[in-house]
């Protein structure tokens, strides 16, 4: 029943995959004029695959399941401080389920894998997701050094970029200033004094939060969770870079473009589509755009890096999660941690 279950889950996951990526494509053969006969997805996929230079294209996929070893040691580092070492195989597993399920349900992963860990490792919920908080705001700070290194590198490029696309940088300036509010409301939660029930259920599950967000001042190796926290990041500038070699129009692009086409890029997964769908293809559209490549050039490439690592890795991966997790964790006492 187990087994129906989880595989039903994925079939489902599958189908929002491949929903979102049609109406996506739809949406840009709208664009530029393409009749809807002439634009099948299934087509363009099929054609762009065929022009790969699949040498390449494997050694980006390599670089990129580095990048997601790495961050399931990350994780791991994180989580020691706030119970016990988890079962590396539970948190690679679930660092795979968690971007599946972002490829269906925007921003559901990080809840999932979540979940996955609170109930195999038996570590209370609300510590787990902390630490998933914690490592995003890894990825931020991370991701604001590439982006410094991008505009000491492209100048010209990041600012045309800036100018180009203001409103959409004052939309995640927004987003980071509802994240400050949203901090001071969690720290005014947090030493409120109440004797209601339920404010006291939140100020338990809020404690618990803290203690997970705080972890990061206790991991046992902190040189370890820099190294990998910065290998995570160089893996993915790799694998962008490498990209362009398996793609004839875009092979001669230079490395200080493809970090600024990384950080470009980036920013399709900070917004809320499932696993960077559309957004993720716009941005590097945009930013190949400033090194003269021809829009649908820059799409195929887009499409090539986006099928073999967001669909091929993270859905078979993903649906190998969904299946092994279970399988690996039999006959064990298995609880989710949530505060009564």
């Known amino acids: 029943m187990k087994f129906i279950a989880f595989f039903g889950f994925g079939l489902l996951l599958l189908y929002l995959v491949y929903y979102n990526l049609d109406q996506g494509y739809q949406s840009y053969c709208a664009e530029e004029g ?83 860990i609170s109930r ?35 100048a010209d490029k990041i600012m045309q970029f800036i100018t180009a696309y203001m409103p959409g940088i004052q939309s995640l300036l927004f987003l980071v200033i509802v994240g400050i509010v949203g901090l001071f409301v969690f720290y005014w939660i947090l030493t409120m004094k109440s004797d209601n029930a339920f404010v006291q259920k939140i100020q338990h599950i809020a404690t618990g939060f803290k203690d997970g967000l705080l972890s990061i001042l206790k991991v046992k190796k902190p040189v370890t ?31 200080s473009a493809g970090i ?52 091929g890795a993270n859905v078979v991966f993903g649906m190998i999660s969904l299946l092994l997790l279970p399988k690996l964790n039999e006959g064990k006492e298995i609880k989710m941690s949530i505060p009564e």
Request: some cysteine.
């Open 260 to 311: 600024v086409v990384f950080v470009i890029a980036s920013l399709g997964f900070v917004l809320p589509s499932p696993g960077g769908m559309g957004t993720y293809h716009a941005l590097v559209i945009i930013s190949l755009s400033f090194y003269g490549i021809d829009k649908l050039d820059a799409f195929s490439y887009a499409m090539i890096l986006f099928i073999t690592l967001q669909i």
């Open 120 to 154: 195999y490792e038996n570590i209370p919920y609300e510590k787990v997701f902390a630490t998933v908080v914690t490592s995003r705001v890894l990825d931020m700070v991370l991701l604001g050094i590439a982006a410094v290194i991008a505009l000491i590198v492209e």
């Open 225 to 255: 969770l820099i190294l990998h926290t910065v290998f995570i990041w160089v893996m993915y500038v790799a694998m962008t870079y490498v990209g362009f070699w398996a793609y004839e129009p875009t092979a001669g692009v230079s490395l």
């Open 34 to 116: 393409i009749a809807s006969e002439d634009c099948s997805l299934a087509n363009r996929v099929a054609n762009d695959l065929l022009s790969a230079n699949f040498t390449w294209v494997f050694v980006a996929l390599s670089f990129y399941m580095f990048s997601n070893i790495s961050r399931a040691i990350q994780w791991s580092l994180l989580l020691e401080p706030i119970s016990h070492r988890p079962k590396f195989y539970n948190v690679f597993l679930g660092v795979m389920l968690g971007y599946f399920t972002n490829l269906g349900l925007p921003r559901m992963g990080e809840f999932i894998r979540s979940g996955a």
